[in-house]
């Protein structure tokens, strides 16, 4: 059982940088398939961005080469750098992780298994 705790969320100007938080407790490094996903009110989650065990990832295209995820080992914390944020990227994110994912790890919310509770992100133009 892998329990997630996402922070870091919080109100920005479009332009400007957030770094999200997950603490993961309950987590073995190397065996967990990890991704963040957002969700706006009245719209399905999406993917933003899927890490495979073996650390390879694949990032949806909105947020490529804006967004960069990074994991801390010795902290068994994951991390969600966004920079350049525009309003579009408001939205409630979560952190997820399953055992397996497919190759390349695309995030699909249905496959994954653990679920943070989600922090905000509010971006204003």
């Known amino acids: 059982q892998v329990e997630m705790l996402e922070s870091g969320g919080g109100s920005v100007q479009a332009g400007g940088s957030l770094r999200l938080s997950c603490a993961m407790s309950g987590y073995t490094y190397g065996s967990y398939c990890l991704a963040w996903f957002r969700q706006v009110p009245g719209k399905q989650r999406e993917g933003v961005v899927g890490m495979n065990n073996d650390g390879s990832t694949f990032y949806m295209g909105s947020v490529k080469g804006r967004f960069t995820i990074s994991q801390d080992h010795a902290k068994n914390t994951l991390y969600l750098q966004m920079n350049s944020l525009k309003p579009e990227d408001t939205a409630m994110y979560y952190c997820?992780?399953?055992?397996?994912?497919?190759?390349?790890?695309?995030?699909?919310?249905?496959?994954?298994?653990?679920w943070g509770q989600g922090t905000q992100v509010t971006v204003s133009s």
């Open positions: 997820a992780a399953v055992d397996r994912c497919r190759k390349p790890p695309i995030p699909y919310d249905d496959e994954y298994k653990y």
